[in-house]
């Protein structure tokens, strides 16, 4: 008692009711983080650009070939990019946003400060290794998924961090409503982990390598799972948490209508994760899972739109303001784009609608008007606001901050109008039939040539929007230059009224007399004081629409059409097959022929007998990852083994230079590909991994511990051929060693794709 | 292909598991009262917080 009195007079000399607490926040974390986000982002978008130059044809079909290295090929590099862009930027976005606003929210410092420093440190770790480890080929192909286990199990690790200090904070605050904005964060939390945490389910074979416990059509049902939700959930709930806190607070006036965002919330959290299939349309997933896609992709406009207008509307009679705060016109694009975005998405899921989309530039599209427009205007506006509050000052240069605003606009609409340019001349193109219903375009290259300019215009556009972001970095550095930064933020606020503790309320409970009913609830009041319960709750939702989409793919595994042909892949096969991994090929190719005719008169129709070329479920079935792919930049290569094999020596001059057969091909040449000889000291354990638990790939004792001899033999065998076939070609030289060669791994592999169902043994 | 089914088997019982105890967070939602006043947390949220300076408390 004495204690207490005492405390609440160093608080308060004079006499006053509410006692207040004295607490400080903790700047300097979300500091650090929003310097993290900027810097990472500059860099993530940088890569972005090389890439999208990559793709106008500089280094291969024009310009010095200093871009087809081993370390700076297209298919390193794009996951790079998009890992940089989703985790570094946006992701260092969230957590400064989180921790800023939760705080404040909640009138109580962050949980723990070491954990807070830990999650900092590893996260910025785990972009580095992630930066290391991307362009040197270590990579799963999963999209947005493609760190290896080790870095994989670090991510978990530093998310749990980042969950329990958020938790924490929520159990010992000083404001009993959780605002909405926390509800967003909370599910952002545990969405992704649950993502991540399955997608992942990989069993190692090696330190920097492993094959996904899920193959074919079901490791593709799991990774779209994955993708979508992590649109979901980490570039839709969190940055809608930052809109719901950010935007009232710039304008200077309340959520136009709080019951909306809840609303918002919950519909979304129990719609999302049921989208998925979206991905997968006219693939061989189930039909019915295919519609389940459409039909919550539809009922998503609705909240997504709710959404918008709430946001839009919290600017009602602000709007003046908007003309002179930079930091709410980057809220009013990005709120705007969100309301496009979702929009298009919805539309993009419709069956004839996706059939032209899917796999062109319109979804690169799409998804740049996503991030760029949504989740990166959101970005700087709070940096914008942010910073200066931190170093206790005024924005060094508003016209500059104006400056970036109509540079980034630009730059969006110049990057998405070319990439719908793009996507619709591939659309047209690709499902173009003549008269007599043959392929008008069957030529991949006559339709490439078109892409040219709309490539021009996409690289100018993101340029433009990195050029922007380099005077975001400026200025935010000219304003904390000019401010004191304010690492500890000393303030007050009323403690939260004490509960009963619970002791008393569990003796209170065991008092009740009555019947067994009356009994147990009584001890509601128990649950009542949970404050975790809301996470829990957001589970429920998202662990039911999960397991609803899963569950009857498990049954469906197991019914999975068994065809007698279709065999595990050779060891020198399986090697190739990780070199295509390691490579990145599927970020230019599918191995996925849809059930459209646009698509099996192009990919194969015409060398299978008869039966239509689309891919079965049953050919995948030893597929770990799949490699589906998700984007045509080049021709589609699952029955890439028919359609070849009748020109020897065809890949081994393409892939050392695709100028040689396809002159104006922007796939960059794989030089080191035929110096690297392939390493098959592992090939062993690999082959193990794959037949070992809980996979059972059948590979016999006999073909495990012969796997290199087996695999020598092949390559004898292809290099043989490929000698024959290259002797007097003047273009190309044969090293003496090739049967060595990763090139000729590659080579069976690519002459293995989409022979099984047709071949005769 | 048995196999695989029981991965799915795994996130089945682990979604499960959570099923339940979701339930009990559900009824802490709405009786706790979080859903109750639903008007003045987006006012609230919009004050910054009372600067302990020393000048503060001498007003105060």
Redesign the interface.
């Given at each position: 008692m004495a204690e207490a009195a005492s405390d609440a007079a160093v608080h308060h000399e004079e006499d006053h009711k509410a006692v207040l607490d004295t607490f400080s926040y903790d700047n300097r974390l979300p500091m650090w983080f929003a310097w993290a986000t900027i810097i990472w982002g500059i860099v993530g978008m940088l890569v972005g650009v090389i890439i999208a130059v990559q793709m106008t044809g500089l280094g291969s079909t024009w310009g010095p070939k200093v871009l087809n290295q081993e370390w700076l090929g297209f298919g390193r590099l794009r996951p790079l990019h998009t890992n940089a862009v989703i985790f570094a930027f946006t992701g260092n976005a969230i957590f400064a946003g989180v921790y800023y606003a939760l705080q404040r929210l909640l009138k109580a410092r962050l949980w723990c400060d070491g954990l807070g420093w830990f999650h900092f440190w590893g996260w910025q770790l785990i972009i580095v290794a992630a930066a290391v480890t991307l362009p040197l080929g270590i990579s799963t192909s999963k999209e947005y998924a493609e760190l290896e286990w080790p870095i994989d199990i670090a991510i978990a690790a530093v998310w749990v961090a980042f969950g329990a200090n958020m938790i924490g904070t929520i159990f010992k605050r000083r404001e009993r409503h959780l605002y909405v904005a926390i509800w967003f964060f909370l599910a952002t939390f545990l969405g992704i982990a649950m993502l991540h945490i399955v997608n992942s389910l990989a069993v190692p074979a090696g330190i920097l390598k492993s094959y996904s416990v899920f193959a074919g059509q079901q490791d593709a049902l799991v990774q779209w799972w994955y993708g979508h939700n992590a649109v979901a959930f980490f570039l839709t709930t969190p940055i809608l948490g930052l809109m719901y806190y950010y935007l009232p607070k710039a304008a200077g006036r309340p959520v136009f209508s709080y019951r909306l965002s809840i609303v918002h919330f919950w519909s979304l959290v129990f719609i999302y994760i049921w989208a998925g299939p979206h991905h997968l349309l006219h693939t061989s997933l189930p039909v019915w899972a295919q519609a389940v896609g459409t039909v919550f992709s539809i009922i998503l406009w609705a909240p997504s739109w709710g959404g918008m207008v709430n946001g839009l509307l919290t600017l009602r009679g602000a709007f003046d303001k908007v003309r002179t705060d930079p930091v709410l016109k980057f809220y009013v694009l990005s709120v705007t784009f969100y309301g496009m975005s979702t929009f298009e998405g919805p539309m993009m899921s419709l069956r004839e609608v996706n059939a032209l989309t899917h796999n062109t530039d319109w979804t690169i599209g799409h998804v740049h008007a996503g991030a760029l427009g949504w989740v990166g205007f959101m970005c700087f506006g709070m940096l914008y606001w942010m910073i200066p509050k931190l170093y206790r000052t005024k924005l060094k240069s508003v016209p500059m901050a104006d400056l970036h605003f109509w540079m980034a606009s630009l730059g969006i609409v110049l990057y998405v109008i070319s990439m719908y340019a793009a996507g619709a001349i591939q659309a047209a193109m690709w499902f173009k039939f003549d008269a007599s219903g043959i392929l008008a375009y069957p030529d991949w290259m006559a339709i490439l040539r078109e892409l040219v300019w709309p490539y021009i215009g996409r690289a100018v556009g993101g340029l433009l929007y990195l050029t922007g972001a380099v005077l975001c970095l400026w200025n935010l550095i000219a304003t904390a230059k000019q401010g004191q930064p304010v690492e500890d933020e000393t303030v007050q606020a009323p403690p939260l009224a004490r509960e009963k503790p619970v002791h008393q309320v569990v003796g209170e409970a065991a008092a009740v007399k009555g019947n067994v009913f009356d009994r147990m609830t009584a001890f509601h009041s128990l649950v009542e004081r949970w404050p975790f319960a809301l996470i829990i709750t957001a589970s429920i939702s998202l662990v039911i629409g999960g397991a609803f989409e899963i569950i009857p793919n498990l049954v469906q595994g197991s019914l999975t059409p068994r065809i007698e042909t279709v065999k595990p892949y050779t060891p020198l096969e399986l090697h190739g097959r990780d070199l295509y991994i390691r490579e990145g090929c599927n970020s230019c190719h599918t191995q996925m022929v849809r059930t459209l005719r646009a698509d099996t008169a192009r990919f194969g129709d015409a060398h299978m007998g008869g039966v239509p070329a689309y891919t079965r479920a049953g050919e995948d079935i030893y597929d770990r990852p799949f490699l589906w792919g998700s984007k045509r930049t080049g021709p589609d290569l699952d029955r890439e083994g028919l359609i070849k094999n009748n020109l020897p020596g065809w890949h081994y001059r393409h892939m050392l230079d695709p100028q040689l057969t396809s002159a104006g091909s922007i796939m960059p040449g794989y030089p080191h590909l035929y110096d690297y000889a392939s390493d098959l000291s592992d090939l062993q354990a690999r082959m193990s991994t794959l037949a070992g638990a809980p996979m059972y790939t059948p590979y016999s004792e006999a073909e495990i511990t012969n796997a290199e001899a087996l695999a020598a033999e092949q390559a004898a065998e292809v290099a043989g051929r490929l000698r024959k076939a290259l002797s007097g070609n003047a273009e190309v030289t044969v090293p003496d060693d090739l049967e060595d060669k990763e090139i000729v791994a590659m080579i069976a592999y690519l002459e293995r794709l989409g022979t099984d169902l047709t071949r005769e043994d | 292909?048995?196999?695989?089914?029981?991965?799915?088997?795994l996130?089945?019982a682990?979604?499960?598991g959570?099923?339940a105890?979701?339930?009990?967070?559900?009824?802490?939602?709405v009786?706790?009262g979080?859903?109750e006043?639903?008007?003045t947390?987006?006012?609230?949220?919009?004050h910054d917080?009372?600067?302990?300076?020393p000048k503060?408390?001498q007003h105060?």
């Open positions: - | 292909m048995g196999d695989a089914v029981s991965i799915y088997l996130v089945v682990v979604g499960l959570l099923f105890v979701a339930i009990g967070g559900l009824v802490w939602l009786r706790t979080q859903l006043d639903l008007d947390p987006p006012l609230r949220m919009l917080d009372c600067p302990a300076t503060e408390s105060g």
